[in-house]
């Protein structure tokens, strides 16, 4: 029959003119869901409305552990927008304020690893337009960019 598949897709997005890194992290609801009560002991479901603020800061907490991104070699701050959901999967949406230029940046990305280890981890990385993919698979965490 059809395997399962387990991957989280992770767009990251330099705009100049805004001095914003822009960040949108793609999990699939279920997987996320498991990864949050796991992690902080404590019953999520992510789409109830009225358990918005709680799952804003278990989301927050969660990806500033699992997703750091450091710019021309120094780590940077992100901050949590919001999040929405798309058919089985959620959206997160982070940013980075105040980015001046970006000539290189380094991905540690180990997004839902404790869960599984046949997790598969996109990053697509746009600077002023111009895109690098890659694919991060259990156990490697960490990807470097050069424009």
Known sequence: ??????????????????????IAGKLFIDDLESALQKEFTTKVAILN??????????LNTFFQKHLKI???????NFELIGFEREEEAIWTYLLIKNVNR????????????????????????????NRKSHRLTYPD?????NW
């Open 1 to 22: 029959g059809m395997h399962p598949y387990y991957v989280s897709v992770t767009e990251i997005e330099y705009k100049p003119a805004e001095k914003e890194v822009q």
């Open 49 to 58: 409305a009225a358990d918005k603020k709680k799952n804003e800061a278990l």
């Open 70 to 76: 450091s710019i021309d070699g120094k780590p940077v």
């Open 102 to 129: 970006l000539k290189t940046a380094t991905v540690f990305n180990d997004l839902l690893y404790a869960q599984r280890q046949d997790q598969i981890n996109i990053i697509h990385f746009i600077n002023n337009g």
């Open 141 to 145: 965490t960490q990807v470097a960019f």
